[in-house]
């Protein structure tokens, strides 16, 4: 079992955890309920750190492998080798600095785990947490930072991408990376690069 590196915590990406730097830990998900499965509440493989919202906001008691319609398929907190979750941010409006959660649609994949996907997005309140984190400040901050490069260092939007690219294959979940990348190349596919690039743009 490999230590977490990172500080994120591996449900959602987003909340941060303590690490080895750290004298306290996070408080540990039985990730098949206790009162459900009794039997496996001293299972160290059934006990995962979490982040409070994860464990205490959004999880709860929540049942991963079963839901009112019956058995579901889930992730499993200690595999290993498994595929890395895709996402794809598109927009429908083209004003980018005042998003709406309405004004998102998130598409995840792969879809060989498209069951898992949509059970592990139920149990964490994923897709209304990443559209709040796509119009919260950080994602201001994102779009921010395209403009600054543009202004100080004439770099335009397209080339400031490529550098979030390269910084997402080396380290996806820093910075919500992983959900920065989707928004700003949703941004590019939604024609919002080019207003970016001409809000500077001598006249």
Not at 48 to 77: I, M, Q, V, W
Request: glycine share 6%; aromatic share 8%; charged share 25%.
């Amino acid at each position: 079992m490999q230590a977490n590196t990172t500080g994120k915590c591996p449900f959602c990406g987003l909340g941060d955890i303590k690490g080895v730097h750290h004298t306290r830990r996070e408080a540990y998900d039985h990730y098949l309920p206790k009162a459900l499965y009794p039997f496996n509440s001293i299972n160290f493989r059934n006990l995962a750190p979490a982040c409070h919202e994860c464990n205490s906001t959004y999880k709860l008691s929540k049942d991963p492998t079963h839901n009112a319609a019956g058995r579901r398929k889930a992730f499993y907190p200690y595999t290993t080798g498994a595929s890395p979750i895709e996402i794809t941010v598109e927009l429908n409006t083209s004003d980018i600095d005042h998003l709406k959660p309405t004004d998102i649609q998130l598409t995840f994949g792969p879809a060989a785990v498209h069951e898992e996907i949509e059970t592990w997005k139920e149990v964490y309140g994923i897709d209304e947490r990443y559209k709040a984190k796509c119009c919260d400040g950080d994602a201001k901050d994102w779009l921010e930072q395209l403009r600054i490069l543009r202004d100080a260092h004439s770099i335009a939007p397209d080339a400031s991408l490529a550098t979030v690219q390269q910084q997402t294959a080396k380290a996806p979940v820093a910075n919500s990376n992983f959900l920065k990348l989707a928004l700003l190349e949703g941004c590019q596919r939604a024609g919002l690069f080019k207003a970016i690039a001409m809000e500077g743009a001598a006249p």
